[in-house]
């Protein structure tokens, strides 16, 4: 999969409460990239951390969700101009939103049908194209 000392600038997670997608609405700032859009947890690489690590951190910080490594059922990197981006994907049942704990970053948190956040005019536009992929592939 992902390993330490890999060179990548940042991950993301598409994590799924039973049937819905958790997302994220980035705080409403000029200064940063997609305001007030609906994000995936993830972020940017801390320090020598795996892309699967950076994930399961940044997941963990910005809504609280604690995954083992082998909840990550799928994954592919991807260049952006930044750099190198990992995106994952796990299933967790939809009674695992009790647990949600939202972080300081951001205005909230929802559930969303994933094809509705692929359709999303406010989805950011990169991560609903990686979400579209991950779809194409799980449904064959």
């Known amino acids: 999969?992902?390993?330490?000392?890999?060179?990548?600038?940042?991950?993301?997670?598409?994590?799924?409460?039973?049937?819905?997608?958790?997302?994220?609405?980035?705080?409403?700032?000029?200064?940063?990239p997609y305001p007030g859009y609906?994000?995936?947890?993830?972020?940017?690489?801390?320090?020598?951390?795996?892309?699967?690590?950076?994930?399961?951190?940044?997941?963990?910080e910005e809504v609280g969700l604690v995954l083992r490594p082998e909840l990550l059922i799928w994954s592919k990197a991807y260049q952006r101009p930044h750099g190198r981006v990992w995106f994952f994907a796990a299933h967790l049942p939809a009674e695992t939103v009790s647990a949600v704990r939202f972080g300081?970053?951001?205005?909230?948190?929802?559930?969303?049908?994933?094809?509705?956040?692929?359709?999303?005019?406010?989805?950011?536009?990169?991560?609903a194209d990686r979400l579209r992929e991950y779809l194409a592939v799980r449904a064959v």
């Open 38 to 60: 609906w994000d995936l947890p993830g972020g940017g690489r801390e320090a020598d951390e795996s892309p699967a690590s950076c994930a399961l951190r940044e997941t963990r």
């Open 1 to 32: 999969m992902t390993t330490a000392g890999e060179d990548f600038a940042g991950a993301k997670l598409a994590v799924f409460l039973g049937q819905d997608l958790l997302v994220i609405q980035r705080d409403d700032k000029p200064e940063i």
């Open 104 to 127: 300081n970053e951001g205005q909230g948190w929802a559930l969303m049908a994933p094809e509705a956040y692929c359709a999303h005019p406010l989805a950011v536009p990169h991560f």
